[in-house]
């Protein structure tokens, strides 16, 4: 089946400092899945943080970025310079883009980053 | 943004005892999602459903599982009975469409006991 493997946390960096989140995927069902990354704030819910849906190409939101490697099935999260208030859990996904029955996503475990004052 | 609004935040209830856990999907969408994370696990779909049918359901969606959305009103998942191994976080999301991002409540969390 469809797997996410990404970094494992907790992950404690200082503001203003570098991010990346490692994320890889194996898609065994699908043969271009789109990719995300999503936020889970403290006390919100799961939100959108960015998605990709064609390889090689490049997504940004919030001062975050991925690219979507489809040669080492990689979709790592950077940001160069991390605020306190990014301190979230985040979650890779993949998503079936053929899929006829909605938007069914696989998700990595989740990784928790604390950014320190 | 968009919100999915999930009742009850939490519940403990009695093994072989049922539940319902409601959904207020976004306004406009059309396809709705239940999905299972046990603690310390992934999160994991369990179903999604549009035009008042179950379109797919993984193995985790047992027998014991059903979901409805009567008249346009609240999406829900119904347990009946529960088991110890039901115990998890339950998130309902909605989408306007196939391909489209999905909208996340913040979960309904279960303890069987």
């Known amino acids: 089946g469809d797997s996410v493997t990404q970094t494992e946390g907790p992950v404690t960096v200082s503001e203003s400092e570098s991010l990346i989140i490692n994320c890889t995927y194996s898609a065994t069902s699908i043969a271009y899945p789109n990719l995300f990354w999503y936020v889970r704030y403290p006390g919100e819910g799961l939100q959108l943080l960015l998605k990709?849906?064609?390889?090689?190409q490049k997504g940004s939101s919030r001062g975050f970025e991925a690219t979507y490697n489809k040669e080492t099935t990689s979709f790592h999260l950077q940001k160069a310079s991390v605020q306190e208030s990014d301190s979230a859990v985040y979650y890779c996904a993949l998503g079936d883009p053929g899929g006829n029955a909605g938007a069914k996503l696989t998700f990595g475990g989740g990784t928790r980053l604390t950014v320190r004052p | 943004g968009p919100k999915v609004l999930q009742i009850p935040s939490h519940q403990i209830i009695d093994m072989g005892q049922m539940v319902t856990l409601n959904c207020d999907p976004v306004?406009?969408?059309?396809?709705f999602y239940w999905y299972k994370q046990i603690l310390g696990q992934q999160m994991e779909f369990l179903v999604n459903?549009?035009?008042?049918?179950?379109?797919?359901k993984s193995k985790l969606f047992k027998d014991q599982f059903s979901v409805e959305r009567p008249d346009g009103s609240y999406f829900t998942l119904k347990i009946q009975p529960t088991a110890l191994e039901d115990s998890a976080v339950y998130f309902c999301?909605?989408?306007f469409g196939v391909g489209n991002t999905l909208y996340f409540g913040e979960g309904s969390r279960l303890i069987v006991v």
């Open positions: 459903f549009y035009n008042g049918k179950v379109m797919e």
């Open positions: 306004s406009n969408h059309l396809y």
């Open positions: 990709v849906i064609t390889a090689g």
């Open positions: 999301a909605s989408s």
